[in-house]
């Protein structure tokens, strides 16, 4: 299948900091990619929605100024978490779809704020 | 509001029997239709896509659609411990940027 590479993998920041994780797509162009989050034993989150070369689309209740995505080429979205608090100490995950075809997911990351 | 509905399980099944896991979607345009597997403490990777009505195989798997009754399900035949996760159906329109996902089903395959 399709590689979509996420880093870092794992992260633990100070409170009050911010935090940027890369979401790349290796071998498609991904028309849009997803940013989702996951607490333990909980299900995904999806954050919100970003096509290349437009503004990310968030879900109720995401602040966009605190969870800032840059989708700026089709290989390449970011996610930084701004101001991170510990209650933002999660399990984030993007994932990336060319077209219609199906999403892949990145290897996902632990973030840990504190 | 699209919704795509699975039980929430546990499923538990024997090694070696069929897990059968199922998926029911509210909205009737939908054309794409995924399966994804997580294991505790990693992001998901897909198992099946199908996107018309009927059964796909794919070694131990078989994803069946029936688009009439918005329902889809997957089969996992000769079910292995290492089976033992939790899985996803993920639905998705004509458009580029609507793929939505259950809440999983966790399956529990015991030695």
């Known amino acids: 299948g399709a590689v979509v590479s996420q880093h870092p993998s794992r992260v633990i920041c100070k409170s009050g900091t911010s935090v940027k994780i890369e979401c790349r797509s290796l071998?498609?162009?991904?028309?849009?990619m997803f940013w989702y989050r996951q607490f333990p034993k909980q299900s995904l989150m999806l954050m919100a929605t970003s096509n290349e070369g437009s503004k990310a689309t968030y879900e109720q209740g995401v602040e966009k100024d605190k969870f800032l995505i840059n989708h700026a080429s089709l290989t390449l979205s970011t996610l930084t978490v701004t101001s991170a608090h510990p209650e933002d100490s999660s399990f984030y995950i993007c994932?990336?779809?060319?077209?219609?075809?199906?999403?892949?997911f990145g290897q996902g990351t632990r973030l840990t704020v504190v | 509001q699209k919704e795509v509905e699975q039980n929430s399980g546990p499923l538990s099944v024997p090694e070696g029997a069929i897990a059968s896991l199922n998926c029911t979607y509210s909205d009737r345009v939908s054309q794409s239709f995924f399966w994804y597997r997580q294991y505790s403490g990693k992001s998901p990777e897909l198992i099946m896509s199908i996107y018309s009505n009927g059964d796909k195989e794919d070694g131990r798997f078989t994803a069946q659609l029936n688009k009439a009754s918005q329902y889809v399900s997957l089969l996992i035949r000769d079910s292995q411990p290492s089976d033992s996760a939790t899985y996803l159906c993920?639905?998705?329109?004509?458009?580029?940027?609507?793929?939505?996902f259950g809440k999983g089903t966790m399956l529990l395959v015991s030695p």
């Open positions: 993920a639905v998705s329109n004509s458009g580029y940027s609507t793929l939505t």
């Open positions: 994932s990336a779809r060319e077209g219609q075809l199906e999403a892949f």
């Open positions: 071998d498609f162009q991904a028309t849009t």
